[in-house]
Every structure is written in C-alpha cells, then in structure tokens.
C-alpha cells in the first residue's frame, strides 16, 4: 500500500542508506511488515523530509545519539555509511562519536567508535588493524 508519505520515505532512504537501508527493510519485510512500513514513513517521510536542517546534520545527531544509546551498533554501522554517502567526512564522525564520550561514557563512545572503525574498514578509509 503506497502512499505519497511511504514512497518520499522510501526516495530518502535509499539516497542516505542505499542497500544497507533496503537491507533493513527486507530483513523486517517477512516478520513485521508494518513496522518496515512505520519505519519508511515516520522517520524518513516525515522526520527526514522537514526543512531546517540538511541530510548531514540529520545524520551527524542520528550518529551522536545512536552513539549515545550505547547499544544500537548494527543501527549506527547503516547511518554511519549513511553519514558518509551524503558527504559528512570521517573525522568529523570520529569527532561526534568522541563528543558522546562527555555525555554518554566511555564505554558507549568506545563502542560507538569500534562501529566506525568497521565501517572506515569496510569502505577502506583505513587499513585492517
């Protein structure tokens, strides 16, 4: 059932995510198509969609929260790429991830970088330590 909400949701989030987002939403497809759905429309037909800041602030503060949680890598790893696909440069990355180590700990700004890492990795921005 495609509305014009689901489809501008769907357009956004192939432009920030590519595959990985599409990944997401099939994996839910099977089990929980509505929240597949819920997941097009509310953040990126709606959220996503609303003046005021660019795709990289959006997605600068989903890192910084993401980050924050402490417990969302598979969730930051897609909006790290997501990051970069629309032109947010690795150090600034690392630079946010650092930042949540003043409001969130240690231990989520480590685990937060460790999904940088394996991003950078996988898009060889760094080598393989």
């Known amino acids: ?4 909400r689901y ?3 769907l357009a956004k989030l192939m432009q920030i995510d590519g595959a990985a987002g599409e990944a997401v939403i099939d994996s839910l497809r099977e089990i929980a198509p509505d ?3 819920y997941t097009i429309e509310f ?3 709606d959220i996503y969609q609303r003046p005021g800041l660019d795709l990289q602030s959006r997605e600068i503060a989903t890192v910084a929260a993401l980050t924050a949680l402490g417990h969302c890598a598979p969730q930051l790893k897609v909006h790290i790429h997501g990051a970069l696909n629309v032109g947010v440069h690795p150090d600034q990355i690392v630079e946010v991830i650092i ?3 003043v ?3 240690f231990p989520a700004a480590l685990n937060g970088m460790a999904a940088a890492r394996d991003v ?3 898009r060889g921005l760094i080598g393989n330590n």
């Open 120 to 122: 950078f990795t996988e």
């Open 99 to 101: 930042q949540m180590a």
């Open 43 to 45: 953040p990126f037909g």
């Open 103 to 105: 409001y969130a700990g």
């Open 1 to 4: 059932m495609a509305t014009t």
């Open 35 to 37: 929240l597949a759905r």
């Open 7 to 9: 489809e501008a949701g």
